[in-house]
Protein backbone atom coordinates (compact mmCIF):
# COMPACT_ATOMS: atom_id res chain seq x y z
CA UNK A 1 0.00 0.00 0.00
CA UNK A 2 1.43 3.45 -0.86
CA UNK A 3 2.32 5.43 2.54
CA UNK A 4 -0.21 8.45 2.36
CA UNK A 5 1.69 12.07 3.27
CA UNK A 6 -0.88 13.61 6.26
CA UNK A 7 -0.70 17.16 5.96
CA UNK A 8 -1.85 20.50 7.45
CA UNK A 9 -4.60 22.58 6.28
CA UNK A 10 -4.81 25.76 6.51
CA UNK A 11 -7.02 28.81 4.69
CA UNK A 12 -8.67 25.67 2.53
CA UNK A 13 -5.50 24.13 1.07
CA UNK A 14 -3.90 21.26 1.94
CA UNK A 15 0.20 21.99 2.68
CA UNK A 16 3.10 20.12 4.08
CA UNK A 17 5.85 21.73 6.53
CA UNK A 18 6.82 25.09 5.58
CA UNK A 19 9.88 23.33 6.86
CA UNK A 20 9.02 20.23 4.59
CA UNK A 21 9.93 18.17 7.35
CA UNK A 22 8.18 14.58 8.48
CA UNK A 23 7.74 12.24 10.79
CA UNK A 24 6.82 8.21 10.52
CA UNK A 25 3.18 7.36 11.46
CA UNK A 26 3.20 4.17 12.61
CA UNK A 27 0.74 1.04 13.48
CA UNK A 28 1.56 0.27 16.95
CA UNK A 29 -0.05 -2.96 16.62
CA UNK A 30 2.57 -3.65 13.40
CA UNK A 31 5.47 -1.13 14.40
CA UNK A 32 6.83 -2.09 10.49
CA UNK A 33 3.90 -1.15 8.93
CA UNK A 34 3.88 2.92 8.08
CA UNK A 35 0.67 4.53 7.27
CA UNK A 36 1.72 7.98 7.06
CA UNK A 37 4.09 10.63 6.33
CA UNK A 38 2.76 13.66 8.69
CA UNK A 39 4.04 17.19 8.06
CA UNK A 40 5.95 18.46 10.87
CA UNK A 41 5.14 21.71 11.40
CA UNK A 42 6.73 24.40 12.33
CA UNK A 43 5.74 27.94 14.74
CA UNK A 44 5.22 29.52 11.27
CA UNK A 45 2.97 27.11 10.27
CA UNK A 46 1.21 27.79 13.13
CA UNK A 47 1.09 31.49 12.59
CA UNK A 48 -0.53 31.13 8.99
CA UNK A 49 -3.11 28.45 10.76
CA UNK A 50 -4.09 31.68 13.19
CA UNK A 51 -3.94 34.00 10.61
CA UNK A 52 -6.23 32.16 7.97
CA UNK A 53 -8.58 31.43 10.95
CA UNK A 54 -8.73 35.32 11.52
CA UNK A 55 -9.37 36.33 8.24
CA UNK A 56 -12.10 34.04 7.97
CA UNK A 57 -13.71 35.13 11.41
CA UNK A 58 -15.47 38.45 10.27
CA UNK A 59 -17.94 36.01 7.70
CA UNK A 60 -18.23 33.29 9.86
CA UNK A 61 -19.76 35.04 12.62
CA UNK A 62 -21.65 36.84 11.02
CA UNK A 63 -23.26 34.11 9.58
CA UNK A 64 -26.43 32.71 11.40
CA UNK A 65 -25.96 30.29 14.01
CA UNK A 66 -28.90 27.89 12.81
CA UNK A 67 -26.83 28.34 9.25
CA UNK A 68 -23.58 27.17 11.51
CA UNK A 69 -25.46 24.17 12.77
CA UNK A 70 -26.28 23.24 9.59
CA UNK A 71 -23.13 22.74 8.25
CA UNK A 72 -22.08 20.63 11.49
CA UNK A 73 -24.93 18.49 11.39
CA UNK A 74 -23.63 17.90 7.61
CA UNK A 75 -20.50 17.03 9.19
CA UNK A 76 -21.90 14.37 11.47
CA UNK A 77 -24.36 12.87 8.70
CA UNK A 78 -20.71 12.22 6.66
CA UNK A 79 -19.10 11.07 9.67
CA UNK A 80 -22.02 8.43 9.65
CA UNK A 81 -21.48 7.38 6.47
CA UNK A 82 -17.61 7.12 6.71
CA UNK A 83 -18.24 5.22 9.95
CA UNK A 84 -16.58 2.17 8.98
CA UNK A 85 -13.62 4.01 7.24
CA UNK A 86 -13.36 5.77 10.63
CA UNK A 87 -13.44 3.15 12.76
CA UNK A 88 -10.35 0.59 10.41
CA UNK A 89 -8.41 4.03 10.62
CA UNK A 90 -8.64 4.61 13.90
CA UNK A 91 -7.85 1.14 14.79
CA UNK A 92 -4.60 1.24 12.55
CA UNK A 93 -3.07 4.62 13.83
CA UNK A 94 -4.17 3.98 17.49
CA UNK A 95 -4.13 0.42 18.36
CA UNK A 96 -7.84 0.25 20.34
CA UNK A 97 -9.85 -2.88 18.71
CA UNK A 98 -12.18 -2.30 16.17
CA UNK A 99 -15.16 -2.26 18.46
CA UNK A 100 -13.98 -0.06 20.61
CA UNK A 101 -12.86 2.20 17.04
CA UNK A 102 -16.72 2.08 15.82
CA UNK A 103 -18.09 2.95 19.40
CA UNK A 104 -15.85 6.43 19.47
CA UNK A 105 -16.84 7.25 15.80
CA UNK A 106 -20.58 7.24 17.02
CA UNK A 107 -19.71 9.07 20.10
CA UNK A 108 -18.09 11.37 18.02
CA UNK A 109 -21.27 11.40 15.25
CA UNK A 110 -23.96 11.74 18.63
CA UNK A 111 -21.75 15.36 19.55
CA UNK A 112 -21.22 16.71 16.54
CA UNK A 113 -25.28 16.79 15.71
CA UNK A 114 -25.86 17.59 18.83
CA UNK A 115 -23.49 20.91 18.57
CA UNK A 116 -25.18 21.77 15.00
CA UNK A 117 -28.54 21.37 16.79
CA UNK A 118 -27.48 23.81 19.06
CA UNK A 119 -27.56 26.78 16.49
CA UNK A 120 -30.92 26.96 16.90
CA UNK A 121 -30.62 27.42 20.97
CA UNK A 122 -27.86 30.01 21.17
CA UNK A 123 -30.28 32.00 23.39
CA UNK A 124 -29.58 34.71 26.07
CA UNK A 125 -31.66 35.45 28.95
CA UNK A 126 -34.02 38.60 29.51
CA UNK A 127 -33.65 40.08 32.96
CA UNK A 128 -35.88 42.20 34.65
CA UNK A 129 -34.49 45.26 35.57
CA UNK A 130 -34.70 47.23 38.84
CA UNK A 131 -35.38 50.68 36.99
CA UNK A 132 -38.41 51.52 34.45
CA UNK A 133 -38.56 51.47 31.13
CA UNK A 134 -35.56 49.20 30.43
CA UNK A 135 -34.72 46.04 29.21
CA UNK A 136 -31.84 44.50 30.04
CA UNK A 137 -31.02 40.79 27.98
CA UNK A 138 -27.42 38.68 27.37
CA UNK A 139 -25.95 37.76 24.13
CA UNK A 140 -23.49 34.96 23.60
CA UNK A 141 -20.89 36.12 21.03
CA UNK A 142 -17.94 33.73 19.22
CA UNK A 143 -14.64 34.47 21.09
CA UNK A 144 -13.14 34.48 17.79
CA UNK A 145 -9.86 32.33 16.86
CA UNK A 146 -9.97 29.40 19.57
CA UNK A 147 -7.50 26.73 19.43
CA UNK A 148 -8.42 22.99 20.17
CA UNK A 149 -5.48 20.40 21.24
CA UNK A 150 -6.34 17.15 21.41
CA UNK A 151 -4.97 13.73 22.67
CA UNK A 152 -4.09 10.83 20.45
CA UNK A 153 -6.20 8.40 22.82
CA UNK A 154 -9.36 9.30 20.97
CA UNK A 155 -8.13 11.07 18.01
CA UNK A 156 -11.45 11.45 16.37
CA UNK A 157 -14.23 11.78 19.53
CA UNK A 158 -12.33 14.57 21.26
CA UNK A 159 -11.50 16.44 18.09
CA UNK A 160 -14.90 16.35 17.25
CA UNK A 161 -16.64 17.54 20.55
CA UNK A 162 -14.32 20.41 20.51
CA UNK A 163 -14.35 21.29 16.87
CA UNK A 164 -18.14 21.01 16.79
CA UNK A 165 -19.26 23.59 19.39
CA UNK A 166 -16.28 25.67 18.45
CA UNK A 167 -17.97 26.87 15.18
CA UNK A 168 -21.17 26.56 15.93
CA UNK A 169 -20.59 29.50 18.31
CA UNK A 170 -19.27 31.14 15.64
CA UNK A 171 -15.19 31.03 16.22
CA UNK A 172 -12.58 29.96 14.10
CA UNK A 173 -10.60 27.23 14.55
CA UNK A 174 -6.50 26.27 14.84
CA UNK A 175 -6.88 22.14 15.23
CA UNK A 176 -3.92 20.69 17.04
CA UNK A 177 -3.98 17.17 16.94
CA UNK A 178 -1.64 14.45 18.87
CA UNK A 179 1.28 14.19 16.76
CA UNK A 180 0.61 10.12 16.95
CA UNK A 181 -2.81 10.27 15.44
CA UNK A 182 -2.82 12.58 12.44
CA UNK A 183 -4.60 10.71 9.69
CA UNK A 184 -7.42 10.56 12.42
CA UNK A 185 -7.53 14.22 12.47
CA UNK A 186 -6.94 14.40 8.79
CA UNK A 187 -10.42 12.16 8.23
CA UNK A 188 -12.37 14.47 11.02
CA UNK A 189 -11.45 17.69 9.04
CA UNK A 190 -12.09 16.46 5.62
CA UNK A 191 -15.74 15.56 6.95
CA UNK A 192 -16.27 19.11 8.38
CA UNK A 193 -14.89 20.51 5.00
CA UNK A 194 -17.17 18.39 2.71
CA UNK A 195 -20.11 19.46 4.54
CA UNK A 196 -19.54 22.97 3.06
CA UNK A 197 -17.37 24.80 5.92
CA UNK A 198 -15.99 28.02 4.36
CA UNK A 199 -12.02 28.32 3.79
CA UNK A 200 -10.23 29.45 6.78
CA UNK A 201 -13.28 28.53 8.80
CA UNK A 202 -11.12 25.33 10.51
CA UNK A 203 -7.21 24.98 10.07
CA UNK A 204 -5.11 21.80 10.97
CA UNK A 205 -1.37 22.13 12.22
CA UNK A 206 0.13 18.76 12.58
CA UNK A 207 3.04 18.51 14.56
CA UNK A 208 4.48 18.02 17.85
CA UNK A 209 3.40 19.86 21.08
CA UNK A 210 6.96 20.91 22.08
CA UNK A 211 7.24 21.97 18.97
CA UNK A 212 4.13 24.08 17.93
CA UNK A 213 2.52 24.79 21.83
CA UNK A 214 4.01 28.22 22.65
CA UNK A 215 3.36 29.78 18.95
CA UNK A 216 -0.19 28.62 19.84
CA UNK A 217 -0.39 29.84 23.79
CA UNK A 218 1.73 32.70 23.12
CA UNK A 219 -0.34 34.37 20.38
CA UNK A 220 -2.61 37.40 20.93
CA UNK A 221 -4.93 36.37 17.98
CA UNK A 222 -6.07 32.64 20.02
CA UNK A 223 -8.48 33.92 21.74
CA UNK A 224 -9.19 30.32 23.60
CA UNK A 225 -8.08 26.95 24.14
CA UNK A 226 -9.74 23.55 24.58
CA UNK A 227 -6.99 21.56 25.38
CA UNK A 228 -6.92 17.48 26.70
CA UNK A 229 -3.80 15.98 27.84
CA UNK A 230 -1.62 15.40 30.50
CA UNK A 231 -1.78 17.19 33.88
CA UNK A 232 1.57 18.33 33.70
CA UNK A 233 1.25 19.71 30.17
CA UNK A 234 -2.26 21.08 31.49
CA UNK A 235 -0.72 23.25 34.14
CA UNK A 236 2.07 24.64 32.01
CA UNK A 237 -0.08 25.87 29.58
CA UNK A 238 -2.06 27.69 31.94
CA UNK A 239 0.21 29.51 33.41
CA UNK A 240 1.61 30.48 30.19
CA UNK A 241 -1.73 31.52 28.85
CA UNK A 242 -2.77 33.38 31.82
CA UNK A 243 -0.36 35.75 31.43
CA UNK A 244 -2.12 37.36 28.52
CA UNK A 245 -5.47 36.72 29.76
CA UNK A 246 -6.42 33.87 27.47
CA UNK A 247 -9.07 31.66 28.52
CA UNK A 248 -8.22 27.74 29.06
CA UNK A 249 -10.60 24.76 28.92
CA UNK A 250 -8.35 21.90 30.24
CA UNK A 251 -9.12 18.28 30.92
CA UNK A 252 -6.50 16.08 31.81
CA UNK A 253 -5.90 12.90 33.57
CA UNK A 254 -7.44 10.98 36.13
CA UNK A 255 -6.49 8.45 38.56
CA UNK A 256 -10.31 6.51 39.12
CA UNK A 257 -11.42 4.30 41.44
CA UNK A 258 -14.71 2.04 41.79
CA UNK A 259 -15.62 1.32 45.27
CA UNK A 260 -17.19 -2.27 45.78
CA UNK A 261 -19.18 -2.66 49.23
CA UNK A 262 -20.04 -5.52 51.09
CA UNK A 263 -23.91 -5.57 49.87
CA UNK A 264 -22.70 -5.03 46.03
CA UNK A 265 -23.40 -7.17 42.89
CA UNK A 266 -20.05 -8.78 42.91
CA UNK A 267 -19.70 -10.44 39.55
CA UNK A 268 -21.19 -6.61 38.29
CA UNK A 269 -18.43 -4.81 40.17
CA UNK A 270 -15.72 -7.34 38.92
CA UNK A 271 -16.77 -6.85 35.33
CA UNK A 272 -17.30 -3.30 35.91
CA UNK A 273 -13.37 -2.79 37.42
CA UNK A 274 -11.86 -5.46 34.58
CA UNK A 275 -13.92 -3.41 31.52
CA UNK A 276 -12.96 -0.23 33.18
CA UNK A 277 -9.49 -0.84 33.32
CA UNK A 278 -8.25 -2.83 30.36
CA UNK A 279 -10.71 -1.66 28.19
CA UNK A 280 -9.18 0.46 25.51
CA UNK A 281 -5.49 -0.73 26.92
CA UNK A 282 -6.55 1.35 30.16
CA UNK A 283 -5.67 4.46 27.47
CA UNK A 284 -8.46 6.74 28.96
CA UNK A 285 -8.83 9.06 31.20
CA UNK A 286 -12.17 7.89 32.23
CA UNK A 287 -10.55 4.32 32.98
CA UNK A 288 -10.28 2.09 36.15
CA UNK A 289 -7.10 2.17 38.00
CA UNK A 290 -8.09 1.31 41.31
CA UNK A 291 -10.92 -0.57 42.76
CA UNK A 292 -11.58 -0.27 46.84
CA UNK A 293 -12.64 -3.41 47.81
CA UNK A 294 -14.85 -4.09 51.32
CA UNK A 295 -12.17 -6.12 53.31
CA UNK A 296 -15.24 -9.57 53.53
CA UNK A 297 -15.68 -9.71 49.80
CA UNK A 298 -11.70 -8.93 48.58
CA UNK A 299 -10.53 -12.39 48.56
CA UNK A 300 -13.29 -13.49 45.87
CA UNK A 301 -13.38 -9.72 44.29
CA UNK A 302 -9.49 -10.54 43.07
CA UNK A 303 -10.74 -14.15 42.17
CA UNK A 304 -13.21 -13.22 39.88
CA UNK A 305 -10.87 -10.15 38.43
CA UNK A 306 -8.47 -12.55 37.28
CA UNK A 307 -10.51 -14.35 35.64
CA UNK A 308 -12.09 -11.66 33.54
CA UNK A 309 -8.52 -10.43 33.24
CA UNK A 310 -7.65 -13.83 31.12
CA UNK A 311 -10.44 -12.84 28.84
CA UNK A 312 -8.48 -9.47 27.64
CA UNK A 313 -6.83 -11.27 24.37
CA UNK A 314 -4.47 -8.59 23.64
CA UNK A 315 -2.94 -8.00 19.91
CA UNK A 316 -3.80 -6.59 16.77
CA UNK A 317 -7.38 -4.60 16.75
CA UNK A 318 -8.17 -5.49 13.45
CA UNK A 319 -8.37 -9.26 14.26
CA UNK A 320 -11.23 -10.90 15.50
CA UNK A 321 -11.75 -11.80 19.09
CA UNK A 322 -8.60 -9.92 20.29
CA UNK A 323 -10.32 -7.70 23.13
CA UNK A 324 -7.48 -5.56 23.92
CA UNK A 325 -5.38 -3.37 21.42
CA UNK A 326 -1.46 -2.44 21.79
CA UNK A 327 -0.32 0.55 23.90
CA UNK A 328 -0.06 3.29 21.50
CA UNK A 329 3.82 4.38 21.05
CA UNK A 330 6.92 2.42 22.57
CA UNK A 331 7.23 5.55 25.06
CA UNK A 332 4.12 4.41 26.39
CA UNK A 333 5.46 0.64 27.06
CA UNK A 334 8.84 1.78 28.30
CA UNK A 335 6.30 4.15 30.79
CA UNK A 336 3.76 0.97 31.90
CA UNK A 337 6.42 -1.04 32.16
CA UNK A 338 8.40 1.16 34.64
CA UNK A 339 5.20 1.47 36.70
CA UNK A 340 4.86 -2.07 36.96
CA UNK A 341 8.12 -2.10 38.34
CA UNK A 342 8.03 0.41 40.49
CA UNK A 343 4.72 -1.22 42.40
CA UNK A 344 6.40 -4.49 43.10
CA UNK A 345 9.48 -2.41 44.27
CA UNK A 346 6.86 -0.13 46.72
CA UNK A 347 5.94 -3.82 48.26
CA UNK A 348 2.36 -3.96 46.06
CA UNK A 349 1.90 -7.72 44.94
CA UNK A 350 1.63 -8.52 41.35
CA UNK A 351 -1.01 -10.68 41.18
CA UNK A 352 -1.30 -10.57 37.58
CA UNK A 353 1.86 -9.33 35.71
CA UNK A 354 1.11 -8.58 32.36
CA UNK A 355 4.53 -6.41 31.51
CA UNK A 356 5.29 -8.93 28.82
CA UNK A 357 2.48 -9.82 26.63
CA UNK A 358 4.63 -12.37 24.93
CA UNK A 359 3.71 -10.67 21.39
CA UNK A 360 6.19 -9.21 18.68
CA UNK A 361 5.89 -6.47 16.54
CA UNK A 362 4.14 -4.23 18.41
CA UNK A 363 3.70 -2.55 21.31
CA UNK A 364 1.92 -5.06 23.82
CA UNK A 365 1.16 -5.51 27.75
CA UNK A 366 -1.44 -7.79 29.10
CA UNK A 367 -3.95 -7.11 31.92
CA UNK A 368 -1.97 -6.51 35.14
CA UNK A 369 -3.59 -6.58 38.59
CA UNK A 370 -1.78 -5.49 42.19
CA UNK A 371 -3.04 -6.42 45.74
CA UNK A 372 -2.34 -5.22 49.11
CA UNK A 373 -1.83 -1.97 47.49
CA UNK A 374 -1.17 0.77 50.17
CA UNK A 375 -3.33 4.10 48.82
CA UNK A 376 0.07 5.84 49.23
CA UNK A 377 2.15 4.12 47.04
CA UNK A 378 2.62 5.70 43.39
CA UNK A 379 0.61 2.47 41.47
CA UNK A 380 -2.11 4.27 43.47
CA UNK A 381 -1.28 7.61 43.21
CA UNK A 382 0.16 8.22 39.61
CA UNK A 383 -2.40 8.09 36.15
CA UNK A 384 -0.84 5.02 34.44
CA UNK A 385 -2.45 4.99 31.63
CA UNK A 386 -2.32 1.26 30.89
CA UNK A 387 -4.31 -2.12 31.81
CA UNK A 388 -3.26 -2.18 35.35
CA UNK A 389 -5.38 -1.93 38.06
CA UNK A 390 -4.31 -1.86 42.39
CA UNK A 391 -6.94 -3.15 44.44
CA UNK A 392 -6.82 -1.65 47.93
CA UNK A 393 -8.89 -2.93 50.54
CA UNK A 394 -11.15 -1.10 52.85
CA UNK A 395 -13.30 -1.51 56.20
CA UNK A 396 -16.85 0.51 54.85
CA UNK A 397 -18.36 3.35 53.20
CA UNK A 398 -16.10 6.05 55.22
CA UNK A 399 -13.33 4.29 55.06
CA UNK A 400 -13.43 3.20 51.00
CA UNK A 401 -14.42 7.03 50.53
CA UNK A 402 -11.22 8.47 52.50
CA UNK A 403 -9.15 6.15 50.28
CA UNK A 404 -10.60 6.70 47.13
CA UNK A 405 -10.78 10.37 47.81
CA UNK A 406 -7.06 10.14 49.24
CA UNK A 407 -5.44 11.20 45.68
CA UNK A 408 -4.54 14.24 43.26
CA UNK A 409 -6.93 13.73 40.41
CA UNK A 410 -10.68 13.75 40.14
CA UNK A 411 -12.25 12.40 37.14
CA UNK A 412 -14.56 10.03 37.21
CA UNK A 413 -15.55 7.45 40.02
CA UNK A 414 -17.81 4.68 41.33
CA UNK A 415 -19.63 2.72 43.53
CA UNK A 416 -21.75 -0.62 43.64
CA UNK A 417 -23.88 -1.05 46.32
CA UNK A 418 -27.70 -2.04 46.79
CA UNK A 419 -28.08 0.52 49.83
CA UNK A 420 -29.49 3.51 49.35
CA UNK A 421 -27.72 5.60 51.98
CA UNK A 422 -24.22 4.51 50.63
CA UNK A 423 -25.31 5.66 47.24
CA UNK A 424 -26.53 9.31 48.32
CA UNK A 425 -22.93 9.26 50.97
CA UNK A 426 -21.04 8.65 48.42
CA UNK A 427 -22.63 11.07 45.54
CA UNK A 428 -21.90 13.86 48.20
CA UNK A 429 -18.48 13.36 49.04
CA UNK A 430 -16.37 11.93 46.46
CA UNK A 431 -14.31 14.13 44.94
CA UNK A 432 -14.87 13.57 41.17
CA UNK A 433 -16.44 14.85 38.57
CA UNK A 434 -18.62 12.68 37.10
CA UNK A 435 -20.03 9.73 39.48
CA UNK A 436 -21.31 6.68 39.14
CA UNK A 437 -23.69 4.13 40.96
CA UNK A 438 -23.80 0.48 39.98
CA UNK A 439 -21.61 1.50 36.55
CA UNK A 440 -18.12 1.95 35.23
CA UNK A 441 -16.32 4.59 35.77
CA UNK A 442 -16.03 5.42 31.79
CA UNK A 443 -17.15 7.51 28.83
CA UNK A 444 -20.12 9.98 28.86
CA UNK A 445 -22.78 10.58 26.57
CA UNK A 446 -22.58 13.21 23.84
CA UNK A 447 -25.12 15.64 25.55
CA UNK A 448 -24.15 15.58 29.04
CA UNK A 449 -21.22 17.41 30.34
CA UNK A 450 -18.02 15.76 30.53
CA UNK A 451 -15.33 17.14 33.26
CA UNK A 452 -13.39 16.65 36.41
CA UNK A 453 -12.27 18.58 39.60
CA UNK A 454 -8.69 18.81 41.27
CA UNK A 455 -5.73 18.28 38.69
CA UNK A 456 -8.16 16.50 36.33
CA UNK A 457 -10.22 19.35 35.09
CA UNK A 458 -10.55 23.11 34.90
CA UNK A 459 -12.17 25.49 33.54
CA UNK A 460 -15.69 25.12 31.98
CA UNK A 461 -16.67 21.55 30.89
CA UNK A 462 -16.62 20.10 27.79
CA UNK A 463 -19.74 18.37 25.67
CA UNK A 464 -23.18 19.14 26.42
CA UNK A 465 -24.80 22.38 26.44
CA UNK A 466 -21.60 23.56 28.96
CA UNK A 467 -19.09 23.38 26.01
CA UNK A 468 -21.29 26.41 24.06
CA UNK A 469 -20.35 28.57 27.78
CA UNK A 470 -16.37 28.05 27.21
CA UNK A 471 -16.76 28.97 23.78
CA UNK A 472 -18.90 31.96 24.08
CA UNK A 473 -18.45 35.58 25.58
CA UNK A 474 -21.65 36.19 27.64
CA UNK A 475 -22.44 40.14 26.83
CA UNK A 476 -25.26 42.12 28.87
CA UNK A 477 -26.99 44.98 26.97
CA UNK A 478 -29.09 47.44 28.73
CA UNK A 479 -32.00 49.08 26.64
CA UNK A 480 -33.77 52.29 27.48
CA UNK A 481 -37.44 52.56 26.38
C1 LIG B 1 -13.87 8.36 27.62
O1 LIG B 1 -13.15 7.89 28.47
O2 LIG B 1 -14.82 7.75 27.16
O3 LIG B 1 -8.66 11.86 27.10
C2 LIG B 1 -13.61 9.70 27.04
C3 LIG B 1 -9.56 11.21 27.64
C4 LIG B 1 -10.83 11.94 28.01
C5 LIG B 1 -11.97 11.51 27.18
C6 LIG B 1 -12.34 10.16 27.57
N1 LIG B 1 -10.65 13.35 27.90
O4 LIG B 1 -9.42 10.02 27.82
Keep these: MPVRPALNYIGGSW ?11 RNPARTNELIANAAASTADDVRHAIGAAERAFPEWRATPAPQRGDIVRKAADLM ?29 IANVRFSGGEGLRLTGETIPSAQRGTLIYTRRDP ?5 CVTPWNFPIAIPAWKIAPALV ?18 EVVQC ?26 DDERIKAISFTGSSAVGRALYARAAQRFCKVQLEMGGKNAVIVLADADLDKAAESVANGAFGATGQRCTATSRAVVAKPLLAEFVRLLGSKADSFMPGDGMTEGVKMGPLVDASQLEKVRAKIAEGKREGATLARDGSDAGIDGGYFVAPTIFTEVDP ?24 ALEKANAIGYG ?14 RYAESSEAGMLHVNLPTLGGEAHVPFGGVKDSGFGDRECGTAAFDFFTELRVVYVGY
Aim: hydrophobic share 45%.
Design 192 to 217: FIDAGLPDGVLNLVLGSGEALSAALV
Design 169 to 186: CGNTVVFKPASLTPLCAT
Design 80 to 108: ERRREQLARLCTQEEGKVLAESYAEVDRA
Design 143 to 147: LGVVA
Design 376 to 399: RMSVAQDEIFGPVVSVIAADGLES
Design 15 to 25: VGSSSHATVED
Design 411 to 424: LSSSIYTRDLHSAF
